[in-house]
């Protein structure tokens, strides 16, 4: 009995020690009182601070970064973009950053600590850089680590000595905020419609320069073409002078304008959006662009593969080491690179928005079940989907109106967007599409999508390293791959090391496009009866086959630009022979015909 008490003493003992020990471990954790996490109140940035506060932002490409600063610039604002993220903006990142985030968010946050610590050594006090300077950046929600990148901004601006640095956020859910709500970057309609042409122009541009650069004459004319244009472009955007209806109303209309404020502001809003869409002063500048890449010489005869650039939204477009400088790799190795735009990533979520509606719909509904004779209950049950619905297809025809505008004014062969519909259905055996993260179905619609329609070689998806959407994605791509024999697709996992482990592997992918691509040009100038050098003579007499903006009509089921551009010309050589055969008999009859008079 003795031993059974002693036994009990012992054990209360180590449950009181072990309680101490935990209350001690608390305490110094500073677990004692939890307190519950807030989103932080910073400083305002205020109307009254835009002449002497410099907004930052960057991560797309130089093209769509040079046409958004200047929106910025002609709205009033002090803009400046970043530079290209490097591996030292990574190490960067990787230093003042929580652990365990995907690539984009070392790169992105390294940049920005990377270019304010340039800008102290450059002598401007700290105080200064948080006063004068503000972040402009995009940011989400969802189950991916791209929610947590304002978190990450902020966390690692404090580590590295810039807390209280500001930071600006656009949500595709609320538009543009700071964390504040503060009016500092105000959204007008002006600011809009120029963030619409800058996005769309950068998006045609970037598809333009990625068409053109493999088959120029002279190396280096196109990227020195293109910087000419965009720069000509940047400064329509930054100095066209704002539509105001009070300037350009008749004589008859400005005394009502000037007494009807909701007058005027209709007229205003109306004025503005055709200035920015179909102003004289616009289109003449994407005319002058327009003739300027045109002057670029090509030569389309040139056999390379199509790769299609798939992943992560921001690897995918990212032009330095965030993807290890992957597009000019590529073009080194002797490929043709279809990029993808970012006009794509909105169409998908408008038409994800659609989607989500109608599936929601049975519980959102306001009444539940009624009955037939209920007229009155079930026009409200049907009224809200409908109105929802068409809000957002009205969105999406818009959208995809405007961006398909643009690419006639400039050149006319940008690829058009591909129907959103069409990739959910394809994806959707392989992928659900409320699969939320990243870029949804997108990555596995895309791939069956241009390998079923024959449109590329080649598919090659970029994404960081640890992203979970990815991932998944990879993960049906086996299936996929499975199911399309003659696909060729490689996922790359980027980060700020194993470039030439990445190379390596897309070099061997490539390869097999390359064969690919070969055999069919070989297949197709052999069905024309014709000699390359036939082909080539005869482009030569036409210097109008030289233009980059000569358009090759597209047959279906042939991939390559070369190929493509081989079956035109042996039709136009075609078609020509015929003609003067016709015009030699003519006159051979004629002179008979004389002669027998």
């Known amino acids: 009995m003795d031993t059974k008490l002693v036994q009990m003493d012992q054990d209360q003992e180590i449950q009181q020690r072990l309680s101490a020990e935990r209350a001690r471990l608390r305490r110094l954790a500073g677990l004692e009182q939890p307190k519950h996490f807030h989103r932080p109140i910073e400083r305002a940035f205020t109307a009254e601070e835009r002449s002497r506060v410099t907004i930052l932002f960057g991560g797309f490409t130089w093209k769509h970064e040079d046409l958004i600063r200047a929106v910025f610039q002609g709205c009033g604002y002090s803009c400046e973009k970043l530079p290209v993220p490097n591996v030292a903006a ?48 995009a940011g989400s929600c969802g189950p991916c680590r791209f929610g947590m990148y304002e978190a990450e901004y902020r966390f690692a601006l404090k580590n590295a000595g810039f807390d209280g640095f500001r930071v600006l956020l656009f949500k595709d859910s609320d538009g543009i905020k700071a964390a504040s709500g503060a009016p500092g970057l105000k959204f007008t309609i002006d600011f809009g419609f120029g963030m619409l042409n800058a996005m769309h122009l950068g998006d045609v541009i970037n598809d333009l320069i990625y068409q053109i650069r493999p088959f120029e004459v002279n190396k280096g004319e196109t990227e020195r073409v293109f910087r000419e244009a965009v720069g000509g472009l940047a400064e329509d955007l930054k100095n066209r002078d704002a539509f105001e209806i009070e300037k350009c109303a008749p004589a008859w209309l400005k005394p009502k304008v000037e007494k009807n404020k909701i007058l005027r502001n209709t007229l205003n809003v109306f004025g503005k959006m055709h200035e920015h869409l179909w102003g004289k002063d616009y289109l003449t500048a994407l005319d002058a662009a327009t003739e300027k890449l045109n002057s670029i010489d090509v030569d389309r005869t040139r056999v390379k593969p199509l790769v299609k650039i798939t992943g992560e939204f921001w690897a995918q477009i990212t032009e330095g080491a965030g993807n290890f400088n992957m597009f000019d790799f590529l073009e080194g190795e002797g490929a043709q690179i279809m990029v993808e735009p970012i006009a794509t990533w909105v169409a998908y979520l408008l038409n994800q928005a659609k989607a989500h509606a109608r599936a929601k719909w049975p519980v959102n509904r306001p009444y539940r079940n009624p009955e037939w004779y209920e007229f009155k209950k079930r026009w409200a049950n049907d009224v809200g989907l409908r109105k929802k619905l068409i809000g957002l297809a009205a969105g999406h025809s818009l959208w995809n109106y405007f961006y398909h505008r643009t690419i006639k004014h400039v050149g006319g062969i940008t690829h058009h967007l591909v129907p959103q519909k069409e990739l959910a259905e394809m994806a959707h055996p392989f992928y659900n599409r409320f699969t939320r993260g990243g870029e949804g179905h997108l990555e596995v619609g895309k791939n069956v999508y241009y390998t079923v329609h024959k449109l590329c070689h080649m598919v090659l998806a970029l994404k960081p390293f640890g992203c979970m959407p990815s991932s998944q994605s990879d993960g049906v791509q086996s299936a996929v791959v499975n199911r399309f024999k003659d696909m060729i697709f490689l996922p790359i996992e980027t980060s700020g090391e194993g470039e030439g482990n990445a190379h390596s592997r897309v070099q061997m992918a490539l390869g097999e496009a390359k064969v690919k691509a070969k055999a069919e040009f070989e297949t197709v100038l052999k069905s024309t009866g014709k000699t390359l050098e036939q082909i080539r003579e005869y482009v030569s007499e036409h210097p109008e086959l030289k233009r980059p903006f000569y358009e090759v009509p597209h047959r279906p089921g042939i991939t390559g630009t070369a190929a493509q551009f081989v079956l035109h010309v042996s039709d136009r050589i075609d078609t020509t022979s015929r003609f003067w055969k016709r015009s030699r008999v003519r006159g051979i009859r004629v002179a008979a015909t004389a002669g027998g008079d």
């Open 90 to 137: 990574f190490q960067i990142g990787k230093e003042y950053g929580n652990n365990g985030q995907c690539n984009p968010t070392y790169f992105t946050v390294g940049n920005l600590v990377q270019y304010l610590q340039f800008l102290e050594s450059q002598g401007i006090p700290r105080q200064k850089i948080l006063d004068n300077y503000v972040f402009f950046t």
